[in-house]
């Protein structure tokens, strides 16, 4: 490691044990500008910063402007799509991030809104909590099965095939893809069929986005995709929210078209307060939790922290994003 003492900012608040890795090479500065009586000083500490960590905040053009020093971004995320990619690429700055360590465990939350949904937990359990449980729920209550139903994954990253790992060996379903390429994935052993978008959305019951955020993707489900949609189907997004239209994925549930949603990701997070997705009754929305664990989000910080420190030695760091 080099010797040479940094700046750097840290714009979102890190494990104890993290910082303190960073502060006995660096100056750190800890300011986190989506506060509002931190942000004068998250702005103060750009001119010097060498480094920053963080996340869950854009960085713009006009904000690299005003950091001149710049030579890494580390981001506890594995999207970037806060991140001005080309941008960074332009100045020379690196820009890297955490794949890897969340995808079991945002996989797993994928499959736990799937489940929800399907069976109506949230609904169902607010009836046991609001003193409805007076009799044995009729079947205006009941659910849907959710093995042996066909499940359709778009995206088929590291997340999304470890979703199909849990649809097609733990759950009995017939799961199928969309993605720019096929991915071989010999523990699957041929029981994830790669499929265009509009054959994927017209012959799946439960359709789960694990997208990233890019020019191909934003918007990518608007009325005609939600309106292929096996009618009675459910909808699952623990991708990126803006990938979705959500003017057309309410008038789809509305329609009836759509059984239930499942949303870990919003187009505006933390949603508005008058945003429908809050209330409405066949909606279940998540605060974007998918890596939200105690040991998740760790190796998250760790794997960050690492990376930081690597480039600021002049090493490669361990996970820079190439995308
Ligand atoms: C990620 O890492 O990109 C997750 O969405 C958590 O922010």
Known sequence: MSATRKSVLVFRELPDDQLARIAALHDVVVANPRKPDRKAAFEAALPQAQGLIGSSYAITPALLDAAPRLEVISTISVGVDNYPVAELRRRGILLCHTPGVLTETTADTVFLMVMAASRRVVELANHVREGRWDRNIGEDLFGWDVHGKTLGILGFGRIGQAVARRGALGFGMRVQYHNPQPVDLPELAGR?????????????????ATLPLTDATRG???????????????????????????????????????????????ATEPLPPDSPLRTHPRVTPLPHIGSATHETRHAMARLATGNLLQALAGERPQAVYTG
Do not use: Y
Not at 226 to 236: D, N, Q, R, S, W
Not at 241 to 265: F, H, I, K, Y
């Open 192 to 208: 994830a069929r790669h499929l265009p978008l509009d054959e994927l959305l017209a012959t799946s019951d439960i359709v789960a």
């Open 220 to 266: 990518l489900m608007g009325p005609r995709e939600f309106g292929l949609m096996k009618p009675g189907a459910i909808f699952v997004n623990g991708g990126r929210g803006a990938t979705v239209q959500e003017p057309a994925l309410l008038a789809a549930l509305d329609s009836g078209r759509l059984r239930a949603a499942a949303l870990d990701v919003f």
